[in-house]
């Protein structure tokens, strides 16, 4: 079946440091990696969309200097939150597309302190 | 614009009662459609999808859904509920052949046992 592994699970980094997630597609090859993050409102903003060998395209409000994604190779991407403040508190959920499906991982929960 | 409602915020239900969660798309032609369910504290799991054909589509844990094109809907079922149904099921949609999945803002379904 079609997998996705994210970790961590949760991270605590102090303000204005970065942390850095992973997103691992197993048993399917991910050629799109969609990054959201979902507000303690649980609705979900879709951060950005990365295609391999494509561009990665950003939603508005998000930014490549802000949030860097790298998606290497059908199987892997990560993404950096850099200088956390506490606006980017939240869970942040990678899903990748098998096919027109897409799968999630179980998210990263990130508190900024 | 497209976009995905689900006009339930919460929904009360006592086990073994029947249940149906709404959902409403608007797209121009027919999207694909989702349901995902995410348990407390946990990332998103699907339930079920539908692409075309038969517009009732059966899921995991005796869900099904149903698509309506008049009525732009895709609403979610359950003959019989389960306390461990509790949970927020999120219905999503998306464009063929597109990477972008709208969600709505989620039904928190509470099971009273």
């Known amino acids: 079946g079609a997998l996705v592994y994210q970790y961590p699970r949760r991270t605590i980094c102090k303000s204005g440091t970065s942390m850095r997630m992973e997103c691992q597609a197993v048993?399917?090859?991910?050629?799109?990696v969609a990054w959201y993050r979902q507000s303690p409102q649980k609705t979900f903003e879709l951060i950005a969309l990365?295609?391999?060998?494509?561009?990665?395209?950003?939603e508005q409000n998000f930014t490549q200097e802000k949030f860097p994604i790298s998606h290497p190779n059908l199987s892997f991407s990560s993404m950096t939150v850099l200088n956390a403040y506490l606006e980017d508190r939240g869970l942040y959920l990678c899903?990748?597309?098998?096919?027109?499906?897409?799968?999630f991982g179980a998210g990263t929960r990130l508190s900024v302190l | 614009a497209q976009s995905v409602t689900q006009p339930d915020a919460r929904v009360t239900v006592s086990e073994g009662a029947s249940l149906q969660l709404r959902c409403k798309y608007s797209?121009?032609?027919?999207?694909?459609l989702f349901w995902y369910v995410q348990y407390q504290r946990q990332g998103l799991q699907l339930l079920l999808k539908?692409?075309?054909?038969?517009?009732v589509v059966q899921g995991v844990n005796g869900f099904e859904a149903e698509f309506s094109k008049s009525d732009s809907s895709f609403h979610l079922r359950k003959a019989s509920v389960h306390w461990s149904d509790s949970a927020v099921y999120f219905c999503?949609?998306?464009?063929?052949?597109?990477?972008?999945?709208?969600f709505g803002k989620g039904t928190h379904l509470h099971v009273l046992p």
């Open positions: 899903g990748a597309f098998g096919g027109n499906t897409l799968y």
């Open positions: 990365s295609t391999v060998n494509s561009a990665i395209k950003y």
């Open positions: 539908y692409y075309s054909g038969d517009p």
């Open positions: 048993g399917f090859q991910a050629t799109s």
């Open positions: 999503a949609a998306s464009i063929t052949n597109a990477y972008k999945v709208i």
């Open positions: 797209y121009s032609g027919t999207p694909y």
